[in-house]
């Protein structure tokens, strides 16, 4: 991972107030961490990224006025877009995929450790994207059966050989750093390659790019 200068803003989207707090109380007082602002539906986490600069948004899912989906959805399309990570109590297939197609960075669950969240909050705000294990399998698995191969694909046929390797490294789950070890190439060359490939593709992070390699194959 980077390392920043600036502390990383966090915003908290919850509709529960306890939550909230057990995510404030967690997160306060660590090095590196600063609490940007908290919302309690999915519109005030729009307005809250535009007030705050938030860096990182831990996201619910289920919130009133507009989902925690829409409101990454709506989030990522925007310039100098935060990184989302969904923090929820649900853990479905077809939410998994919905909120990582709409751009969140990672997907955890409520109940995981406070020490890995903030590991994720760090990775994610360096690029990196985070899924638990038990997560990351159940959604290769399922984009394996369902994903449609054709569109995947085509889309991919307009990258370069050289993109198309880093973007299989990203699919396999490699940092930029081991897919530059791979490849031989910089770490930098890798970065710049992955800005082109998802500027080409119009996609938004590293999840999305895995994504359309997982529904290639």
């Known amino acids: 991972m980077e390392d920043r200068d600036e502390p990383i803003r966090v915003l908290l989207a919850d509709d529960e107030w306890p939550v909230r707090a057990a995510l404030s109380t967690m997160l306060s007082g660590l090095d590196g961490i600063e609490i940007a602002g908290e919302a309690a539906d999915g519109t005030a986490v729009l307005e809250a990224v535009g007030a705050t600069g938030a860096d990182v948004v831990l996201m619910d899912i289920r919130m009133p006025r507009l989902d925690g989906i829409a409101a990454t959805e709506r989030l990522r399309a925007a310039p100098d877009a935060p990184e989302v990570i ?29 020490a890995l969240i903030v590991d994720a909050i760090r990775r994610v705000a360096s ?58 190439m910089t770490v930098a060359t ?24 997982h529904d290639a194959e």
Request: glycine share 8%; proline share 5%.
């Open 127 to 184: 690029g990196e994207p985070i899924l638990s294990p038990a997560i990351t399998r159940k959604l290769i698995a399922h984009v394996r059966d369902d994903g449609p191969r054709v569109a995947a694909r085509e889309r991919l046929a307009s990258l370069t050989g050289a993109e198309r390797r880093v973007a299989d490294a990203i699919g396999r789950g490699l940092s930029n750093a081991e897919a530059a070890t791979e490849l031989y």
């Open 86 to 114: 969904v923090l929820t109590t649900f853990d479905t297939d077809e939410l998994v995929l919905r909120a990582l197609r709409a751009g969140a960075a990672g997907f955890l669950l409520k109940d995981t450790p406070p």
């Open 190 to 213: 890798v970065k710049s390659y992955v800005s082109r490939i998802m500027g080409k593709l119009g996609l938004n992070n590293r999840v999305q790019i895995a994504l359309l390699i």
